[in-house]
């Protein structure tokens, strides 16, 4: 089964910016949607986005829309999370995921990264 690794995370300032990545060692990373998700201490994850399979569609969740870009470089086989302008309210574990399905905006994604974590200070 294919398993999403991230890759990305770290300590940083409110309004700083800094990129995630996801890859899928040995598998093609086209042939699936993926999704970004994010788990703050004590709180069930959310989706923060999703991209679909050609790359054409693309949905992100309120709390982040016009802050937060994914997108995918074929030739890397890698999804990326552009994330930018920091809130300490964007603190969490963040998990890439991929599903099967051509484009899903939904929770129940197939497999899983392990996620990394991604602290904004204030």
């Known amino acids: 089964q294919v398993q999403p690794v991230e890759s990305g995370g770290g300590l940083v300032q409110a309004g700083d910016s800094l990129r995630l990545s996801c890859a899928a060692p040995?598998?093609?990373?086209?042939?699936?949607?993926v999704g970004w998700f994010r788990q703050a201490p004590g709180k069930e994850h959310d989706l923060v986005a999703t991209i679909s399979k050609s790359g054409d569609s693309t949905y992100y969740a309120d709390s982040v829309k016009g802050r937060f870009t994914i997108s995918r470089d074929s030739a890397k086989n890698t999804v990326y999370l552009q994330m930018n302008s920091l809130k300490s309210g964007d603190t969490a574990v963040y998990y890439c995921?991929?599903?099967?399905?051509?484009?899903?905006?939904?929770?129940?994604?197939?497999?899983w990264g392990q996620g990394t974590q991604v602290t904004v200070s204030s």
């Open positions: 995921a991929a599903d099967d399905r051509d484009y899903y905006t939904g929770r129940h994604y197939s497999y």
């Open positions: 040995g598998y093609t990373f086209s042939n699936y949607a």
